[in-house]
C-alpha cells in the first residue's frame, strides 16, 4: 500500500470512527487480532479491545470531535498526531462526569497489512486530561 491510501484510511477512521462513532469503522480498520500497545489494564485483547475501549470513551465525551494535525505515511506505517475537544458528560475509569469540556492531544502509530492495522500505539496527553478534569493539579 503506498503512502496516500494509508493515509486516506486514517483519516476516514478518525472521521467515520471517531467522530461519528461508527463502530462498523472499528472493524473495517483494526484486524481482528491487531496487537494493541495502548489499551488500559482489563482491556480484551485486539479489536474487541479497541472498540470496548471506544465506547467507554464515548461513554464519557458524546461529542467528541478528533482533528489530525499531522499525518504522515512510510512503509507499511503511518502517524497521526491528533487533538480533540469534548464535554465529560459520564463516567471515565472510575471519574464521575464534571461537565467539563476538555481538549486532549495524542499521537498514534499503526502498522497495516491488507489495509487493516495490525498493531497500534498510542499516547495520550493524559496528565493534561486529568488536569482539566480537576483530578490532578495544575502544574
Excluded: C
Excluded at 19 to 32: H, I, L, T
Excluded at 111 to 130: A, C, K, P, T
Amino acid at each position: 500500500m503506498s503512502s496516500e491510501p494509508l493515509k486516506m484510511n486514517v483519516r476516514r477512521f478518525i472521521e467515520q470512527g471517531f467522530n461519528r462513532q461508527d463502530m462498523a469503522e472499528f472493524d473495517r480498520y483494526f484486524s481482528p487480532q491487531v496487537v494493541d500497545h495502548a489499551l488500559p489494564p482489563g482491556m480484551p485483547a485486539g479489536r474487541e479491545g479497541r472498540k470496548r475501549f471506544a465506547q467507554a470513551f464515548f461513554a464519557a465525551f458524546p461529542d467528541i470531535h478528533v482533528h489530525i494535525e499531522d499525518l504522515l505515511a512510510e512503509g507499511d506505517r503511518t502517524v497521526a498526531r491528533w487533538s480533540a475537544h469534548g464535554t465529560h458528560q459520564g463516567e471515565l475509569m472510575g471519574i464521575p462526569a464534571t461537565g467539563k469540556t476538555v481538549n486532549l492531544t495524542g499521537i498514534a502509530i499503526d502498522r497495516f497489512e491488507n489495509g487493516q492495522s495490525v498493531e497500534h500505539w498510542e499516547i495520550i496527553d493524559q496528565v493534561g486530561l486529568m488536569q482539566q478534569l480537576g483530578v490532578m493539579p495544575a502544574s
